[in-house]
């Protein structure tokens, strides 16, 4: 009886111990990178401005430790060298630990950007940043910087990535509605054995600065999570940007009764969210407000960069999408010459131009002709001027005057996947190199269709539509038949809007449109992929028959790595594996619909057979995700 209570007595020392660290640490460890923490120009030194430096310093300090404030502005406005200063810290921080973290932060700011008259500084616990003009509406998603921790040897990875995938989804669902901007949520993880014990735990934090909107804080932390994606399996990441700050670690950094209870503002499915979305795309008032906005805030950043050198380092450049003149595309595609033409999309012509001399970009010209067809490229630029993944292709700004539509997109030196498969580029693709593309193409669906705000149909998902960047990673590009998803998921849509081959029959025939589509597509695009061959036009004797029923004949045969692409060096791969990847693929050009897996089941599938050693370690998740999912 006695030993049974020294070991409680232990155990809730021991408990305290933890809560305590937990609780009693400022966080100072350091994640803004060098070269981005600096910016603006020289002031000069002994300077007014760094008197008024100190100045906002003392009152921020007033204010988080007098009155206990977690978020606080200060300005020496009237100044002939005006100072705005901004500071947070996590709320779940004490009031000295806030205080401790803000005194390492204003120590370090003034040893890093000595004479700098624009500076930030970003700590797990906390962030300070001063500028000498305002700032604090600003979210600079763009100049976000992401910091990945830890290592892959979390166990169960599988079910891991998509429960710290949910909980991140759901902190930046929930953290915009929640009144301080701030939430810390955890998850548990379970392995799926018999006895269902959880496996490990993931603890998450959103937090926007108090003087942002909603709307954008819902959209900084949208990019955030979106930046976070390439972090895990790992076992921590955080992604922190001018307006907020998202974070994710299997070591907790909160104590538990400071838990945010988010469930009331997580809205079961996002369908009034699509609601919202598709009445605001169709709003031309709404759309007016857009336009003018854009052009208010187009105008501003011009200004600023002429009249204002704390520009130079880009800063503005790097907000939101940019309005190109007319004359400005038509001279850097020189008239939208042949000679520039680089392919050709859904609804136009793409050309390859030069910017001020030095920015190379795509520029999409749009046939728009209709009323209807104008209103399709204004809800296009809507919707992809907020998708940022890394394997979706980045619209960097429009032009909506002059005698066409045109969209500007990132320029990707290395074109179209197709060239690489069976065009003139064939066979310099490497098996790794081949996965790592299946792999990417899958996280860019599953971000368009369960992971941004609103699910994104493709559509027209084919290998001449991935683009390859410079260390070949594949980005998904033309959206110009993307469109919301109806809340009646599989109505009939009025208008057959892919490519023959690659399309799915349900679609093809009756016009039947769910994400499914898009999973069909992708089955397609990776059996080009592992074979090398255009699914409509197969090499020799196979003439008479499509890629994909060829596909499925030698897999019934147990032929199927016949398939595999001549050109890959068979020491490349293991045949198991790739008779796995065959199988992936031919699961996604099932039929009924309903046999075809989500692109997020597919990612699992991917990253669980992709490698041998991968498969060993997770069968214990992929068993539990097959089982739950
Ligand atoms: C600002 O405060 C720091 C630290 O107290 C001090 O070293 C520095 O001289 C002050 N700068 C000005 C311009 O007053
Ligand atoms: C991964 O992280 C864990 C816990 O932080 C550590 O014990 C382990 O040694 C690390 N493994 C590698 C390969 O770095």
């Given at each position: ?30 994640l803004s990178k060098?070269?981005r923490e600096?910016s ?31 978020f606080?502005t ?10 705005y200063t901004l500071f947070q810290?996590r ?27 624009g500076a930030r500084v970003i700590?797990?616990?906390c962030f300070l940043r001063y500028e000498?003009r305002t700032f604090y509406t600003e979210i600079e998603l763009g100049l976000s910087s992401e ?21 991140l989804?759901?902190l930046a669902e929930a953290t915009p509605k929640i009144?301080n901007f701030f939430a ?21 934090l959103a937090q926007c600065t108090g003087t942002v909107s909603q709307g954008d804080c819902g959209k900084c932390l949208w990019g955030g999570y979106s930046n976070l ?9 955080s992604s922190a940007a001018g307006g907020c700050f998202l974070r ?42 857009l336009?003018?906005a854009l052009?208010l805030w187009y105008?501003s950043s011009?200004?600023r ?5 704390g520009d130079?380092l880009g800063v503005t450049k790097l907000q939101g999408p940019t ?59 809507r919707?992809i001027a907020n998708v940022h993944h890394?394997?979706?292709?980045r619209l960097l700004g ?54 941004f705000h ?176």
């Amino acid at each position: 009886m006695k030993r049974w209570w020294k070991s409680i007595a232990v155990v809730v020392l021991a408990v305290t111990l933890v809560i305590e660290s937990v609780m009693s640490d400022p966080q100072t460890n350091k994640l803004s990178k060098p070269g981005r923490e600096c910016s603006g120009f020289d002031a000069g030194s002994p300077s007014e401005f760094f008197r008024n430096v100190n100045a906002t310093f003392a009152d921020l300090r007033r204010q988080l430790s007098v009155q206990k404030k977690h978020f606080a502005t200060a300005e020496q406005a009237s100044s002939a060298n005006p100072v705005y200063t901004l500071f947070q810290c996590r709320d779940y921080l004490s009031t000295a630990d806030c205080v401790a973290c803000f005194n390492v932060a204003t120590v370090d700011i003034r040893n890093i950007c000595k004479l700098n008259n624009g500076a930030r500084v970003i700590y797990d616990g906390c962030f300070l940043r001063y500028e000498l003009r305002t700032f604090y509406t600003e979210i600079e998603l763009g100049l976000s910087s992401e910091e990945c921790r830890g290592n892959g040897t979390v166990p169960a990875q599988a079910a891991y990535t998509l429960v710290a995938v949910q909980l991140l989804k759901d902190l930046a669902e929930a953290t915009p509605k929640i009144k301080n901007f701030f939430a810390v949520a955890k998850r548990q993880v379970f392995d799926g054995g018999p006895s269902a014990k959880a496996s490990v735990t993931v603890y998450g934090l959103a937090q926007c600065t108090g003087t942002v909107s909603q709307g954008d804080c819902g959209k900084c932390l949208w990019g955030g999570y979106s930046n976070l994606q390439g972090c895990l399996p790992q076992s921590g990441g955080s992604s922190a940007a001018g307006g907020c700050f998202l974070r994710y670690s299997v070591t907790p950094f909160f104590a538990d009764n400071d838990i945010t209870n988010i469930t009331p503002y997580l809205q079961g499915g996002s369908s009034s969210n699509k609601t919202a979305i598709i009445a605001g795309g169709v709003g031309a008032i709404s759309l007016l407000l857009l336009l003018i906005a854009l052009l208010l805030w187009y105008r501003s950043s011009q200004k600023r960069r002429t009249d204002n050198r704390g520009d130079i380092l880009g800063v503005t450049k790097l907000q939101g999408p940019t309005i190109y003149k007319y004359k400005d595309l038509k001279s850097a595609t020189k008239n939208f010459s042949e000679e520039c033409k680089i392919g050709e999309g859904g609804f136009g012509d793409v050309y390859k131009g030069i910017i001020s001399n030095e920015n190379i970009v795509a520029v999409k010209k749009l046939e728009v002709r209709t009323s209807k067809e104008k209103a399709d490229f204004e809800s296009e630029v809507r919707l992809i001027a907020n998708v940022h993944h890394r394997n979706i292709i980045r619209l960097l700004g429009c032009s909506g005057k002059g005698p066409v539509q045109i969209l500007v997109y990132e320029y990707m030196e290395n074109g179209s996947l197709d060239t690489f498969l069976y065009g003139n580029k064939r066979g310099t693709l490497s098996w790794k190199q081949r996965i790592d593309i299946i792999l990417g193409i899958a996280r860019g669906l599953a971000y368009l269709h369960e992971q941004f705000h609103v699910c994104i149909i493709h559509r027209d998902v084919k290998s001449s539509n991935i683009l390859l960047d410079d260390d070949f990673q594949p980005k998904i590009a033309d959206f110009g038949l993307a469109r919301l998803l109806p809340t009646d998921q599989s109505h009939l849509t009025t208008r057959f809007a892919g490519t023959l081959g690659y399309t799915a029959p349900e679609y093809a025939i009756n016009g039947h449109l769910s994400e499914k589509v898009d999973t069909y597509g992708f089955g397609v695009v990776v059996l080009e992929i592992l074979s090398g061959q255009n699914c409509n036009k197969m090499k020799n004797e196979l003439l008479t028959q499509s890629l994909l029923e060829y596909a499925w004949k030698s897999y019934n045969n147990g032929t199927h790595e016949d398939l595999i692409d001549g050109t890959i060096d068979s020491g490349e791969y293991n045949v198991e594996n790739a008779k796995k990847m065959i199988e992936i693929a031919l699961k996604c050009t099932q039929s009924p619909v309903s046999l075809r897996p989500t692109m997020s089941e597919v990612v699992v599938m991917l990253v669980n057979y992709a490698s041998p050693e991968q498969q060993k370690i997770n069968k214990d998740s992929v068993k539990y995700i097959e089982d739950d999912v």
